[in-house]
């Protein structure tokens, strides 16, 4: 049986993901696989919660487990099984932050196909550290330290570049040389 699951984040109006798992895949499996696909860090606590054709929340599957079974004994069979249409992936348990899983329906197994798989996608990969997602800029922003108002033109380049070689005529009778004790010129002998 190969399931698909539309992945989505609330905060967001772009970002879905679409991915076809087979139904004995564990949950710590696809955890594997979602933290590859959208680079997250692998050291960090995960949890899913089931939830029902109505929306309650049924179950909760941790790395341990936490009365409903662990992840990596749960499957999407039993997931289904169970009646839960939908799961909430807590990837930042600390801000509440999720990725919605939402069973779309049962696709036939394409042959030569390595499951899970990802189908299809919309957006940026959210930063899995940050506070809340932010999209991308649609146009890119001008550099914040440019100066607009200066013209730029060859000609200032060429005054930059003659102030810098007067610098550096200037500082050639500077040789000086310090030893830890006292500064002396290089060309006299320290005595």
Do not use: W
Not at 14 to 33: C, D, P, Q
Not at 121 to 137: H, I, L, S, V, Y
Not at 163 to 172: A, F, I, Q, V
């Amino acid at each position: 049986m190969v399931y698909q699951f539309r992945a989505t984040i609330p905060e967001s109006k772009i970002f879905f993901r679409v991915y076809e798992i087979k139904g004995e895949m564990t949950l710590f499996k696809f955890n594997s696989f979602i933290v590859d696909d959208l680079g997250f860090s692998p050291d960090q606590m995960v949890l899913y919660e089931g939830y029902d054709e109505a929306g309650h929340l049924s179950s909760e599957y941790g790395l341990i487990d936490l009365g409903d079974g662990a992840m990596d004994t749960i499957t999407f069979d039993k997931v289904v099984a169970r009646g839960e249409s939908e799961l909430h992936y807590l990837f930042d348990m600390r801000n509440n932050r999720y990725i919605r899983l939402v069973l779309e329906g049962e696709v036939p197994a394409t042959p030569l196909r390595i499951y899970p798989c990802l189908v299809d996608e919309k957006g940026q990969n959210p930063d899995q550290f940050r506070a809340r997602f932010e999209e991308e800029p649609a146009v890119p922003k001008l550099h914040p330290f440019r100066d607009t108002a200066k013209s730029g033109g060859l000609d200032d380049l060429l005054d930059d570049e003659d102030d810098d070689l007067d610098d550096e005529e200037d500082d050639e009778g500077d040789d000086k040389i310090f030893d830890g004790e006292e500064v002396y010129d290089a060309d006299e002998d320290k005595e």
